[in-house]
Structures are given as structure tokens and as C-alpha cells.
DNA sequence: AGTGAAAAACAATGGCG
DNA sequence: CGCCATTGTTTTTCACT
């Protein structure tokens, strides 16, 4: 599953992961190759699963998600039963956009983004709240958001 | 800048935020709408800034970005130009993804994504904690991902 | 607001150096 | 890996409803 990758595949994801629009033969004028070379090596990237798949980077604000949240969730009662449907429920839900075990003290952490306050509160006291393996919630509400490229750190 | 989005536009972007490799005909299949009326509702979704860009979206273990981990971050003396400092720092550092400014007793939560435990310590020792401003750094290492998709809710 | 057909742009492939 | 030519797709525009 493997691949190894040379300096043109490098540089050719950097650009396309941020911005997946550009033309074979823009791509290629970028990083010096010529379009067909640029077409080949998309799709080897492409099945060998290095891209994973292409999106629209869509704008929150303008689709009234003005909330966004770090939950920290730890579990009480730790059988294998109730961490499993507690996974299943967080991958299910579609105001989760993350979701990720942690070292330390906290078990999971989800990334929540909801239309307003109301709304992750209803989250929360609804949905992940009553879930029996669910002993403490910890919520963060963004104020302010920096930076939010989720641009991986590829070697330049 | 505000735009009336209509059932056709919701679903048009629920659609290309998971995948933007679709021709406009596929998309049409799917909505309910013919390829060029497709296209001309992406070129006003484009321009309203709806759609902020298309990306592609590369796995990170195939890249060797085998750590995400978040950090939340304290800040000290609260001056303004401290804080301006660590705010145009994250925001240049490529192993940060996400940048947020949070409610409650931490200041920032970062995502960082790197190779190894060995590049988040350096991160994390030789970046930001010798920062005037940092107070405290809590780092909290991802032992697994269950969901990582970043899809907004959009009303289906 | 929408369709359908024509025109223009692009991607993908194969052959050759 | 560049270059070129070809083929098939896809996007975009235009005339029309």
C-alpha cells in the first residue's frame, strides 16, 4: 500500500490540497512538469489512496453554522458495550465533524459545529448526555477562529 | 454577501462537500437538475463565497503524519501585542491546522498534526511555550480517529 | 427557473524521443 | 520525463421556453 514519493508528487499534493481547481496544465506549470505527467501522477496518487478523495471547502457562516465546539467526553462505566455504541452514535451524528480517542485524562474528543448555541446545548443534554457510558462533558465554544485550513504540513 | 440558498443549492453543496470530483451531469442526476443549470448554480455558489475553494484530501498516514494532537494553550500577561505575536505565529505554523480562540479557562486550542511524538515535542518545547505570552500548553495526543470527515450539517 | 444543443476547454492515452 | 496528437468528456454559453 506503500508508495514512494518523489519531489514532484510532493509538491504537486501540496498545491492540490489547496486547491483542487486548478487545470493539468496549470498544475504542471507550477511545479514544472508537463500536463499528461501531471494526469499520470494524479492518478497514481488517486489509487494508491495518497488523495483520498476531492471537496468543496464550503464557507460555515454563510450556512448559519455559527457555532463551533471542542467537547471533551470522558466515560464512566468502561465496558466494551457502551464504548462501542457511544462510537457509534458520535460517527452517526452529523454535528460531529471529529472525533478522536485522547491520551490524558479525557477519553474522546469531538469537534461540534452547530448553527447556534441552543443548538449545542441540545446537542449535548439530548444526544451525548443520556448515553450510559457518558460520565462527564466538558465543552470549549470557539470564539474566534484563527486558522482553519487543515492544510497538512507536507516538506516543501 | 448574504445569499438565499434554495433546496436544490443545500443539496448541490452537501453533495460537492463530499465529493467534488462529480461532473455537473452527475451532480444534475442526483438533484434533480440538468448540467448546465448545475454549473451556472456553482459559479453563483463560487462567487458568493458558499463554496470557498476545492481541496484535495490526503491521508495523513500515507504522508507520514502519523500524531494529531490538540493543544490548548494559556496565555500569561494578556497584552495586546503578546497575543498578537502568538496569533500570527500559529498562524504560521505549518503543523497547525486549526487555530481557534476559546470560551472558558483555556485561551487557544490548536490542532497540530505531525510525523511523531519526537516533532510535537519540539513543536511544542522549541515554538511555543518560548513565547512571552504562553502561559501553560496542555497537549492531548490522538490515539485514534473515528471520524475525521469534516462535513458540515447541512439540512438534508 | 429551467432545458437542450453547440462551442470551447480539458483530461486522458498512446507513441516517440 | 517531455512533447505531440488524438479521442472522449466535461464545462460553459446561448437560444429558447
Redesign the interface.
Known sequence: ???A?DGFDVKL?AI??????LTNAELGGKIGLSASQVSRRRQKLEE?????????????E??G?AV?A?VGVTLGAHSKENARRF?DM??AM???????????D?DY?LKI??PDLKTLSRVINDDLLPQEAVHHVRS???????????????AR
Chains 1, 2 share one sequence.
Not at 452529523?94 to 490524558?104: C, F, I, N, S, Y
Not at 477562529?145 to 504540513?153: G, I, Q, V
Open positions: 500500500m506503500s508508495v514519493l499534493l492540490l490540497q489547496e486547491n483542487a481547481a494508491a489512496g495518497v488523495i483520498r478523495r476531492y471537496r468543496a471547502a464550503l464557507d460555515p454563510a450556512l453554522l463551533t471542542f462510537r458520535v460517527t452529523p454535528e460531529v465533524q471529529e472525533a478522536h480517542t485522547l491520551t490524558g479525557l474528543m459545529v452547530v470549549s465554544i470557539a470564539m474566534d477562529t484563527l486558522k482553519d485550513d487543515n492544510l497538512l504540513p507536507l
